[in-house]
C-alpha cells in the first residue's frame, strides 16, 4: 500500500526489525491471532519461540526504537513546532473536540486552512498537532488499521484499544524526529451499538473470532484481570478508613469530574485519550495539545464541568480556542468543533476567528461608550 | 519531579507514588496511577521516561501473569524483582535502553513482606525504605532518622509528605497510596497536600489561589495490628 512503499518497507524490510533476531516469516495463518503478517511495528521474538504454532512463548517487545539507530537524522529545512491549539474534552452530552487551523513553518503560515480534526470511523476522531505531515501520516495508518481490525474481528476496537495500538505503533520511531501529538476522542458503542461505516455489523463472529477479541480485551488490560489499578473501582479498604466510601470522590476530589469517574473506566461511553511520540498514553477527561494548550487550559479548567449543556460545552471550546489563538502565534485563522455522542461525530461549520474579535471588539467598544455616557 | 517511596513495616508493606503526569511545564492528568499489579501480591511503581514506563511495565505485569498461567503459581516477589531487573539490564546495553526507575513491592506468604529499589542501571536492592525522584532527597534523612524494623507506624508519615510540601520547588499536589499486605493490596486514601494555614514566609512564593474543593491535610492511614 502506498504506506508500505512510502517507507520503502518491501525493499528493506531489515530497516523495521533487528533481522539478527526475526525468524523467517512463517506461515501467516500460524502466527498469532490478530498480528498482522507484514507487522510494522517489527515485533520481535526472542530465540526461545522460534516456530509460529500457538501463542508465544515468551511476550515479545516491540523493538525499542531500532529505527532510532538505523536511520541518520536530516537536516530539516525550516524549524517545525508543534504550532498549534487543540483540545478535547467529555461532558454529559458526549465528546468535544476543537482545533485551529493554522499550519505553521517557523514564522510563516504554510496553510490557514488546514484540517486537524481527522475522523478514524464513525465513532472516533483524532486531533492532531505536532509535525503536520507526521500526523497526516499516522492518521491514515490508524485509520488502516482500525479498518483492518474490523475487517478480521467483525467488531470495532476501542478506543483504549486504538490508543493502545497507536502507541505501539509509534514506539518503534521514538527517539527519531516523529513528533506526534494526537487527542483520540470517540465514543465506544455497548456490545449491541456499533460504529458504522458500511461495513457489515457481523455482531456474532465465528467462536474463534470471539476468542481473540476476547484475548485481546484481556490483553488491554481492564479490568477484572489483574491489569492496571486504577481500572478496578472495586478495591478492598482498609477497615479503618473510615470515609472508604469517599475514596472515589476524594480522588476526583480535585477534579469537578466527581460523577464522570466512572465513565473513564466503563467500557461505554465518552473517551478522550491523549498519544503522543514519545510513548505517553493518557486518558483522561480534558486535554489540550500544542504551542496555544496553556491558553486554552486556562479557559477550560475555570469553565469545564460535567454537567454543561451542548451549548455551552460549544461555546467553551470555541472561547478556549479563540483565547488560545489570540495570543499565540503559531494557532490561528479558524476554529474547528466536532462532537461525538452516542450516535457518532458530526462536525460544526468552521468559523472565522477574525470575525469573532472584530465583533467581541464592537461588544466590548459598546459597553465602554455606555459607561462613558453614564458617567457623564 | 516525580516521586515514588516505599516503606516495609513489620508486615506490611506501604508505597505512594505521585498522581501527577506532565508534558514539560503542563500538567496533563494530576489523578494518573504509577502503580501496576504483577500479582495479587505485587506492585510495581514506576517513572521514568515518557514512553519507557509503560511500555516496560506492562511487559513484565504481563509476563508476570503468563509465568502464573503457564506454571500454576505465581512469582514470588523476589522472583518478580530478578526477573524485572535482568530484562532491564538486557537492554541496558542494547541500541534502546529503557530509562525507567522502579520500586516493587511485594508480600510473600513464605518471607513476608518485600520492597526493592531498582534504577534505570538497572541496580536491584531490597531496602527497608526507598524513594526515587528529587523529592527522595528531601525524604530519606527522614527515613534514615526515625525507621526501626518493625516499628514503622504512622505519626512519622506526616513528616514525610509535608517537607516536601515545605521544601521541593516543585508542587507534588496528591499522591496515590497503597498497601500489601498478606491479604493483598489495598487502596488507601488518596492524599492531597496543600500548604498548612496558608502561611507564607520570606523563601517561599506566594500561596496558589484556593483549590476549589476541599483538600485533605497530609496524612497517612496507618495499619493497627
Same mark, same amino acid.
Given at each position: 500500500?502506498?504506506?508500505?512503499?512510502?517507507?520503502?518497507?518491501?525493499?528493506?524490510?531489515?530497516?523495521?526489525?533487528?533481522?539478527?533476531?526475526?525468524?523467517?516469516?512463517?506461515?501467516?495463518?500460524?502466527?498469532?491471532?490478530?498480528?498482522?503478517?507484514?507487522?510494522?511495528?517489527?515485533?520481535?521474538?526472542?530465540?526461545?519461540?522460534?516456530? /509460529?504454532?500457538?501463542?508465544?512463548?515468551?511476550?515479545?517487545?516491540?523493538?525499542?526504537? @531500532? @529505527?532510532?539507530?538505523?536511520?541518520?537524522?536530516? #537536516?530539516?529545512?525550516?524549524?517545525?513546532?508543534?504550532?498549534?491549539?487543540?483540545?478535547?474534552?467529555?461532558?454529559?452530552?458526549?465528546?468535544?473536540?476543537?482545533?485551529?487551523?493554522?499550519?505553521?513553518?517557523?514564522?510563516?503560515? @504554510?496553510?490557514?486552512?488546514?484540517?486537524?480534526?481527522?475522523?478514524?470511523?464513525?465513532?472516533?476522531?483524532?486531533?492532531?498537532?505536532?509535525?503536520?505531515?507526521?500526523?497526516?501520516?499516522?492518521?491514515?495508518?490508524?485509520?488502516?488499521?482500525?479498518?483492518?481490525?474490523?475487517?478480521?474481528?467483525?467488531?470495532?476496537?476501542?478506543?483504549?484499544?486504538?490508543?493502545?495500538?497507536?502507541?505501539?505503533?509509534?514506539?518503534?520511531?521514538?527517539?527519531?524526529?516523529?513528533?506526534?501529538?494526537?487527542?483520540?476522542?470517540?465514543?465506544?458503542?455497548?456490545?449491541?451499538?456499533?460504529?458504522?461505516?458500511?461495513? /457489515?455489523?457481523?455482531?456474532?463472529?465465528?467462536?474463534? /473470532?470471539?476468542?481473540?477479541?476476547?484475548?485481546?480485551?484481556?490483553?488491554?488490560?481492564?479490568?477484572? @484481570?489483574?491489569?492496571?489499578?486504577?481500572?478496578?473501582?472495586?478495591?478492598?479498604?482498609?477497615?479503618?478508613?473510615?470515609?472508604?466510601?469517599?475514596?472515589?470522590?476524594?480522588?476526583?476530589?480535585?477534579?469537578?469530574?466527581?460523577?464522570?469517574?466512572?465513565?473513564?473506566?466503563?467500557?461505554?461511553?465518552?473517551?478522550?485519550?491523549?498519544?503522543?511520540? /514519545?510513548?505517553?498514553?493518557?486518558?483522561?477527561?480534558?486535554?489540550?495539545?500544542?504551542?496555544?494548550?496553556?491558553?486554552?487550559?486556562?479557559?477550560?479548567?475555570?469553565?469545564?464541568?460535567?454537567?454543561?449543556?451542548?451549548?455551552?460545552?460549544?461555546?467553551?471550546?470555541?472561547?478556549?480556542?479563540?483565547?488560545?489563538?489570540?495570543?499565540?502565534?503559531?494557532?490561528?485563522?479558524?476554529?474547528?468543533?466536532?462532537?461525538?455522542?452516542?450516535?457518532?461525530?458530526?462536525?460544526?461549520?468552521?468559523?472565522?476567528?477574525?470575525?469573532?474579535?472584530?465583533?467581541?471588539?464592537?461588544?466590548?467598544?459598546?459597553?465602554?461608550?455606555?459607561?462613558? #455616557?453614564?458617567?457623564? | 519531579?516525580?516521586?515514588?517511596?516505599?516503606?516495609?513495616?513489620?508486615?506490611?508493606?506501604?508505597?505512594?507514588?505521585?498522581?501527577?503526569?506532565?508534558?514539560?511545564?503542563?500538567?496533563?492528568?494530576?489523578?494518573?496511577?504509577?502503580?501496576?499489579?504483577?500479582?495479587?501480591?505485587?506492585?510495581?511503581?514506576?517513572?521514568?521516561?515518557?514512553?519507557?514506563?509503560?511500555?516496560?511495565?506492562? $511487559?513484565?505485569?504481563?509476563?508476570?501473569?503468563?509465568?502464573?498461567?503457564?506454571?500454576? $503459581?505465581?512469582?514470588?516477589?523476589?522472583?518478580?524483582?530478578?526477573?524485572?531487573?535482568?530484562?532491564?539490564?538486557?537492554?541496558?546495553?542494547?541500541?534502546?535502553? $529503557?530509562?525507567?526507575?522502579?520500586?516493587?513491592?511485594?508480600?510473600?506468604?513464605?518471607?513476608?513482606?518485600?520492597?526493592?529499589?531498582?534504577?534505570?542501571?538497572?541496580?536491584?536492592?531490597?531496602?527497608?525504605?526507598?524513594?526515587?525522584?528529587?523529592?527522595?532527597?528531601?525524604?530519606?534523612?527522614?527515613?534514615?532518622?526515625?525507621?526501626?524494623?518493625?516499628?514503622?507506624?504512622?505519626?512519622?508519615?506526616?513528616?514525610?509528605?509535608?517537607?516536601?510540601?515545605?521544601?521541593?520547588?516543585?508542587?507534588?499536589?496528591?499522591?496515590?497510596?497503597?498497601?500489601?499486605?498478606?491479604?493483598?493490596?489495598?487502596?488507601?486514601?488518596?492524599?492531597?497536600?496543600?500548604?498548612?494555614?496558608?502561611?507564607?514566609?520570606?523563601?517561599?512564593?506566594?500561596?496558589?489561589?484556593?483549590?476549589?474543593?476541599?483538600?485533605?491535610?497530609?496524612?497517612?492511614?496507618?495499619?493497627?495490628?
Amino acid at each position: 500500500m502506498a504506506l508500505e512503499d512510502f517507507c520503502s518497507f518491501r525493499n528493506n524490510p531489515h530497516l523495521w526489525t533487528p533481522a539478527s533476531l526475526l525468524p523467517p516469516l512463517q506461515n501467516p495463518a500460524s502466527s498469532t491471532p490478530g498480528i498482522p503478517k507484514h507487522n510494522h511495528s517489527g515485533r520481535r521474538r526472542s530465540e526461545l519461540s522460534n516456530k /509460529d504454532d500457538g501463542p508465544p512463548l515468551h511476550l515479545s517487545l516491540p523493538p525499542a526504537s @531500532a @529505527a532510532r539507530c538505523l536511520m541518520p537524522t536530516v #537536516r530539516r529545512p525550516f524549524p517545525l513546532t508543534h504550532g498549534t491549539t487543540t483540545l478535547g474534552f467529555v461532558f454529559q452530552g458526549g465528546v468535544i473536540a476543537a482545533a485551529d487551523t493554522r499550519a505553521s513553518a517557523g514564522g510563516l503560515v @504554510a496553510c490557514p486552512e488546514v484540517h486537524k480534526i481527522i475522523p478514524v470511523h464513525s465513532h472516533l476522531v483524532v486531533t492532531s498537532s505536532g509535525s503536520g505531515a507526521d500526523c497526516v501520516l499516522w492518521a491514515r495508518a490508524l485509520e488502516r488499521e482500525i479498518r483492518l481490525y474490523r475487517l478480521r474481528h467483525g467488531r470495532v476496537l476501542s478506543v483504549r484499544g486504538t490508543a493502545k495500538l497507536l502507541a505501539f505503533m509509534l514506539h518503534p520511531f521514538k527517539g527519531t524526529d516523529v513528533c506526534v501529538a494526537l487527542t483520540l476522542c470517540g465514543w465506544d458503542q455497548g456490545p449491541n451499538g456499533g460504529p458504522r461505516d458500511g461495513v /457489515d455489523q457481523g455482531s456474532a463472529g465465528s467462536s474463534g /473470532d470471539a476468542t481473540a477479541t476476547e484475548a485481546l480485551i484481556r490483553i488491554e488490560g481492564t479490568s477484572p @484481570a489483574p491489569g492496571h489499578v486504577t481500572q478496578s473501582p472495586v478495591s478492598e479498604q482498609s477497615g479503618l478508613s473510615s470515609s472508604s466510601s469517599s475514596s472515589s470522590s476524594s480522588s476526583s476530589s480535585s477534579s469537578p469530574y466527581s460523577i464522570s469517574s466512572t465513565s473513564s473506566t466503563a467500557r461505554e461511553g465518552p473517551k478522550v485519550i491523549y498519544v503522543c511520540s /514519545d510513548g505517553a498514553r493518557l486518558q483522561g477527561e480534558l486535554f489540550s495539545v500544542g504551542s496555544g494548550s496553556p491558553y486554552a487550559y486556562g479557559i477550560l479548567d475555570g469553565g469545564l464541568r460535567w454537567t454543561l449543556s451542548r451549548e455551552e460545552a460549544f461555546s467553551l471550546a470555541r472561547e478556549a480556542v479563540f483565547r488560545a489563538t489570540h495570543r499565540d502565534a503559531y494557532s490561528g485563522n479558524n476554529v474547528d468543533l466536532v462532537y461525538i455522542t452516542e450516535k457518532g461525530w458530526s462536525r460544526r461549520d468552521r468559523e472565522d476567528l477574525k470575525e469573532e474579535y472584530y465583533t467581541r471588539k464592537e461588544e466590548i467598544g459598546k459597553i465602554v461608550e455606555e459607561r462613558c #455616557r453614564k458617567t457623564d | 519531579m516525580e516521586y515514588l517511596i516505599g516503606i516495609q513495616g513489620p508486615d506490611f508493606v506501604l508505597v505512594a507514588a505521585d498522581s501527577v503526569a506532565a508534558s514539560s511545564i503542563i500538567k496533563m492528568k494530576d489523578d494518573h496511577d504509577k502503580m501496576f499489579k504483577l500479582s495479587d501480591n505485587i506492585l510495581l511503581l514506576c517513572v521514568g521516561e515518557a514512553g519507557d514506563t509503560v511500555q516496560f511495565a506492562e $511487559y513484565i505485569q504481563k509476563n508476570v501473569q503468563l509465568y502464573k498461567m503457564r506454571n500454576g $503459581y505465581e512469582l514470588s516477589p523476589t522472583a518478580a524483582a530478578n526477573f524485572t531487573r535482568k530484562n532491564l539490564a538486557d537492554y541496558l546495553r542494547s541500541r534502546t535502553p $529503557y530509562h525507567v526507575n522502579l520500586l516493587l513491592a511485594g508480600y510473600d506468604q513464605a518471607d513476608g513482606p518485600a520492597l526493592f529499589y531498582m534504577d534505570h542501571l538497572s541496580a536491584l536492592a531490597k531496602a527497608p525504605f526507598a524513594a526515587h525522584g528529587y523529592g527522595a532527597f528531601l525524604t530519606l534523612s527522614i527515613l534514615d532518622r526515625y525507621y526501626k524494623p518493625g516499628g514503622w507506624t504512622g505519626e512519622q508519615d506526616a513528616s514525610l509528605l509535608s517537607i516536601l510540601n515545605k521544601r521541593f520547588i516543585l508542587n507534588l499536589p496528591s499522591f496515590n497510596v497503597r498497601a500489601i499486605d498478606k491479604e493483598g493490596v489495598h487502596d488507601l486514601e488518596k492524599v492531597c497536600v496543600i500548604p498548612s494555614d496558608g502561611r507564607v514566609s520570606s523563601n517561599t512564593p506566594p500561596p496558589p489561589p484556593p483549590p476549589p474543593p476541599p483538600c485533605l491535610l497530609v496524612f497517612f492511614i496507618h495499619f493497627v495490628r
